[in-house]
């Protein structure tokens, strides 16, 4: 009797050990040898280059063995930004159509496809770019908007060079598709979270359905909007394969939006195993470095100030 | 002349909630027709150069007629399946840790954000991560390197998932099994875990559905291979890095294969993902 209470003690703690010794691993050790692994392979081009100067250089010359991040960096920002810029506005529409409008029997269907079209691999998504929209961009829908913003004095100038197709709009737009899922869910989420109460007041004062929506809806959502936001840019901003085919992979600061340019991943994707020098490897791996710092910062930024603060105003609101 | 005033002003609120909630409806069917666009060029492009030879043999050199894809399939289905058998138990084993023991810890709570952080993260980045741990050491790439970098991707959401189900398993229950005498593991064993197996499956296909589609952590760590290998040690093809070489590829019949992988790739994801929806809304109690 003795005996069997003592074994099972024994696996008890060896079970939570174990265990424990998991989530450990998940939530500390992988992402601080992530972090130190980086950084030390980084070294080399860390002591070469330093920081300030590696982020505001704007040579990327693997020959010369001079590396610089800026452009990088400038593409990665810019596509993102207009991804979201696109995805937002879209992103809220899906969500007040699926939440608001939609019938009730169809509210799965629309849902299942938004979160099938996120379902679909990234590569899917680069491929298909390259395939099917730079062709169209390129004959259509560039030199379209080249004509229509020539005399217009500043935008006009985003819509000058050639246009081939591969470049920002196009990477930016493929991109803008990849997040409208994850956007848009989330939003849809903190949708369904307003209370019933506060809608059926408003219409009770004889608002109309999209007065209920833009008055009572959007603001008490705006926090739930914003988490989804940040959170959709730090995916936005990892994000390479669904951009590899269609930036062109050239490190330069682009000055129109038909230009090509180059991100963070799609430098690494395709220059790591190319990378004939220890310094140009390190180099791909101090952009590895900045892209680690820029998403976990913009992911915890998310969690912590926007989501969490958000599911106690839930919790107490209602 | 008060009366009429008051019918225009509600006229134009009508008008306008009428306009901007077609407006959202809009945007609904722009979703839907990118949906519908890629899937059905995926289909018509995919389907005209799917056949036997895809799955039953090796690439011929470009230029020369023929050949398939049977290296990637047979490596994907091996990265991917030693990714799976080292993802599941470390997943599971940190989801069932953070909800079972650590609900009243602050710093077990912390760890959970931060795996929840981790779900959304470059993957790239963890390509590079195992390239310095396993395949510079090494010296040359290898197909468990890349099942190590999917592994890493896959543990995060298994981990969450498991979470997030075994909370809803009702704490009477697990109160039950303690009051007959039980022991913790044996309460986690018998009770949570066979309550929520349901919904641990569910997030396991999710995993699966996640690493299945994954490019940027194979690139520099399972590589390539234009034969068929099934040593895990060698470098090893994969559908997804076998899609990215064919599509930018000069070759006119690299591009149809690489159309032929994505119709296969894309509805194997598509199946993964409509499963465990599939699964959680059949579940009977707490998924």
């Not at chain 1, 409008?101 to 849902?111: E, H, Q």
């Not at chain 2, 890349?146 to 995060?156: C, F, K, R």
């Not at chain 2, 009477?172 to 986690?188: D, K, M, N, P, T």
Request: some cysteine; aromatic content about 10%; proline content about 5%.
């Amino acid at each position: 009797m003795f005996l069997k209470v003592k074994k099972k003690e024994l696996i008890e703690t060896s079970v939570k050990t174990s265990l424990g010794a998991f989530s450990l691993f998940v939530g500390l050790i992988f992402p601080v040898v992530t972090l130190c692994v980086l950084v030390f392979e980084a070294l080399p081009a860390l002591e070469k280059f330093g920081i300030l100067k590696f982020l505001t250089g704007k040579t990327w010359d693997p020959v010369a063995e001079v590396f610089s991040a800026l452009p990088a960096i400038t593409g990665t920002l810019l596509i993102t930004f207009i991804a979201s810029i696109i995805a937002l506005p879209v992103s809220v529409g899906i969500a007040v159509f699926i939440s608001e409008l939609s019938p009730r029997a169809l509210k799965p269907v629309f849902t299942t496809a938004v979160e099938l079209l996120g379902a679909i691999p990234s590569i899917i998504y680069g491929m298909w770019g390259l395939f099917v929209i730079a062709p169209l961009m390129a004959e259509y829908v560039e030199p379209f908007l080249q004509e229509t913003f020539n005399s217009v004095p500043v935008i006009g100038k985003l819509f000058e060079g050639v246009p081939t197709g591969v470049d920002a709009l196009t990477s930016s737009f493929v991109l803008s598709i990849m997040i409208i899922p994850f956007m848009s869910a989330i939003v849809k989420d903190s949708f369904e979270m307003t209370p019933t109460l506060l809608k059926e007041a408003c219409y009770g004062l004889g608002a109309t359905k999209w007065e209920v929506v833009k008055d009572v809806i959007i603001p008490y959502s705006l926090p739930g909007i914003l988490g989804g936001t940040v959170l959709s840019v730090g995916r936005a901003l990892g994000e390479t394969m669904a951009v590899a085919f269609l930036t062109g992979n050239v490190h330069q600061i682009p000055t129109s939006l038909l230009e090509p340019l180059t991100t963070i991943t799609v430098a690494i994707a395709n220059e790591f195993t190319e990378a004939d020098s220890d310094l140009y490897l390190s180099s791909l791996y101090y952009l590895a470095l900045i892209l680690f710092v820029l998403s976990f910062g913009l992911l915890m930024i998310a969690r912590f100030l926007i989501l969490e603060r958000l599911g106690k105003k839930w919790k107490t609101n209602i | 002349m008060e009366d009429k005033h008051l019918e225009r002003i509600i006229y134009i609120r009508k008008i306008k909630s009428v306009l901007f909630l077609g407006i959202a409806t809009l945007t609904a069917l722009y979703g839907i027709v990118w949906l519908a666009w890629i899937l059905l060029d995926v289909i018509i492009n995919g389907i005209k150069f799917l056949n036997l030879t895809l799955f039953l043999e090796d690439p011929t050199p470009p230029g020369i007629e023929g050949g398939g894809l049977k290296h990637a399939f047979i490596g994907h289905f091996i990265i991917t399946g030693i990714a799976t058998l080292i993802g599941i138990p470390v997943g599971i084993g940190a989801g069932v840790f953070f909800a079972e023991y650590g609900r009243h810890s602050v710093f077990v709570k912390a760890l959970r954000s931060i795996t929840d952080v981790i779900v959304s993260f470059p993957s790239i980045v963890i390509g590079t991560l195992v390239y310095a741990l396993l395949v510079k050491p090494v010296g040359h790439f290898m197909g468990i390197s890349g099942s190590v970098a999917l592994a890493l991707l896959m543990i995060p959401v298994v981990a969450i998932t498991t979470d997030e189900i075994l909370k809803l398993v009702p704490n009477s229950l697990r109160e039950a099994g303690f009051a007959l005498g039980a022991y913790r593991w044996q309460v986690i064993k018998d009770i949570s875990l066979t309550a929520a197996k349901r919904g641990i499956l569910t997030g396991i296909i999710l995993g699966i559905a996640r690493i299945s589609g994954e490019t940027a952590p194979l690139l520099f760590t399972a590589f390539n291979n234009s034969f068929t290998t099934t040593n895990p040690l060698q470098p090893m093809a994969s559908l997804t890095v076998t899609i990215f070489q064919y599509a930018m590829g000069p070759y006119e019949e690299w591009h149809s294969q690489a159309w032929a992988a994505s119709l296969v790739l894309t509805f194997g994801a598509l199946l993964f993902f409509i499963l465990a929806k599939t699964l959680i809304h059949s579940r009977t109690r707490y998924g």
